[in-house]
């Protein structure tokens, strides 16, 4: 077991009603223990997110031991956001994850983070999620540089162009607006 590398079980976006908006779930090939195996399949999926947006639908708590797994969590207005680790994972961790993804989401969508919302702007929510963590492992956590990578620039419509014309007009201003300075005093 690689201990320097804090990894991820799962990502999960579930609404007020308990209904998926957004699943993802991690273990590489290579990892020691082989493939997932209790979350293998989509019934097992469903089934452990029916349970733990049980456990987990009223506000108060963040983190919470759920059917094996630890799982930090997070709600928004009617969303709530899960990072699932193992029983051994560093909750810390999780948890610094859960709030950089969360926050950068916000940052994105402009403090609106609602279920209408990350439905329309699912290609930047899953980027974000991305530039968190990679195949279960967690890459970032801080929240503007995630946002930062993962907002689109904005297209560069005016072309400065720097010549001696430019320059000369630059400097003549900058010559008029001293010799009105000094005649001011």
């Known amino acids: 077991m690689n201990l320097s590398l804090y990894s991820v079980n799962g990502f999960i976006i579930l609404d007020s009603e308990g209904n998926r908006v957004l699943a993802k779930y991690y273990r590489p090939k290579s990892h020691p223990q082989g493939e997932l195996k209790d979350l293998s399949t989509l019934k097992d999926q469903r089934t452990f997110e029916k349970g733990l947006w049980q456990k987990t639908k009223k506000p108060g708590g963040d983190i919470i031991l759920f059917d094996g797994h630890l799982t930090v969590f997070r709600h928004s207005l009617d969303l709530i956001?899960?990072?699932?680790?193992?029983?051994?994972?560093?909750?810390?961790?999780?948890?610094?994850?859960?709030?950089?993804?969360s926050d950068a989401v916000s940052l994105l969508l402009r403090n609106q983070v609602e279920k209408r919302a990350v439905l329309e702007n699912l290609d930047l929510v899953l980027l974000c999620l991305d530039e968190t963590i990679d195949d279960g492992i967690i890459v970032e956590t801080d929240?503007?540089?995630?946002?930062?990578?993962?907002?689109?620039?904005?297209?560069?419509?005016?072309?400065?162009?720097?010549?001696?014309?430019?320059?000369?007009?630059?400097?003549?201003?900058?010559?008029?607006?001293?010799?009105?300075?000094?005649?001011?005093?």
């Open 81 to 101: 956001f899960y990072i699932i680790g193992g029983p051994t994972e560093n909750e810390i961790m999780l948890y610094s994850a859960l709030s950089a993804f």
């Open 143 to 185: 929240s503007t540089t995630i946002a930062s990578r993962v907002s689109r620039p904005k297209a560069d419509t005016t072309e400065i162009v720097i010549n001696e014309q430019t320059i000369m007009s630059a400097y003549q201003t900058v010559r008029e607006k001293v010799q009105q300075r000094i005649q001011q005093l």
